[in-house]
């Protein structure tokens, strides 16, 4: 279903800086880009992100899900250089199917330009256009700077529970849930719809 948001793409936006940035979804021709996009994430950040970022095999696993049932990754460039990412995941099935999960990262020279925000705000449109009525997103407590980012399009704290995950140093942290309801308030429907 994902597969088919793709005609609206590339999106482009100018950033505060000047520089102009290209929104559009992952592809097979990118993996070099992705690569060398997380080979400059720290090894501290690195502690904290829940997948195997360096080894490929999310870029992989990102891949062969051709019809984005699954996951629908997004990446902006600059000039050429991939500068953040944001990705949409929602189950096929279950208790949680209208409960979609997205995940960001932004290049450490690219933070506090605005992409984060239009990353987000192009995938809340995307749920709201495939019938999703929830968002979701875990972060550890340090992340202060995405958790605002969200905060400002509409998350909010669900729940925040003081040191419950550990990185992989074994060292403890906030777990955050943030959220999102993508449908409504009837006090802000049309009368006669």
């Keep these: 279903m994902l597969g088919l948001l793709k005609d609206q793409f590339p999106v482009r936006i100018d950033l505060p ?3 102009a940035c290209t929104i559009r979804p992952i592809g097979e021709e990118d993996e070099s880009a992705f690569r060398s996009f997380h080979a400059v994430i720290t ?3 690195q502690l904290f992100i829940r997948s195997q970022i360096k080894d490929g095999s999310l870029f992989h696993e990102w891949i062969s899900d051709q019809q ?3 996951h629908f990754a997004l990446l902006a460039f600059v000039d050429g250089r991939l500068v953040a990412m944001g990705s949409l995941h929602q ?12 995940y960001f990262l932004t290049h450490p020279e690219f ?7 239009e990353l987000l ?19 550890n407590g ?10 400002s399009i509409g998350f909010r704290e669900l729940v925040r529970l003081p ?3 550990r990185d992989m140093q074994a060292q403890s942290h906030d777990y955050v849930l943030m959220g999102m309801n993508l449908f409504s308030d009837f006090e802000n429907l049309g009368a006669g719809d």
């Excluded at 949680?96 to 997205?102: D, L, N, S």
């Excluded at 933070?111 to 925000?117: E, K, P």
């Excluded at 202060?144 to 905060?151: E, F, H, Y």
Aim: charged share 30%.
């Design 91 to 102: 189950r096929p099935g279950g208790w949680k199917r209208h409960i979609g999960r997205v």
């Design 68 to 70: 984005n049932v699954q």
């Design 121 to 139: 705000g192009i995938l809340v449109k995307i749920s709201t256009q495939i019938g999703l009525t929830k968002l979701e997103s875990e972060l």
């Design 17 to 19: 800086n000047g520089a």
């Design 111 to 117: 933070r506090g330009l605005g992409i984060l925000d």
């Design 142 to 151: 340090e992340r202060k700077v995405a958790i605002d980012s969200m905060a």
């Design 43 to 45: 090894e501290e950040e």
């Design 163 to 165: 040191n419950y995950i």
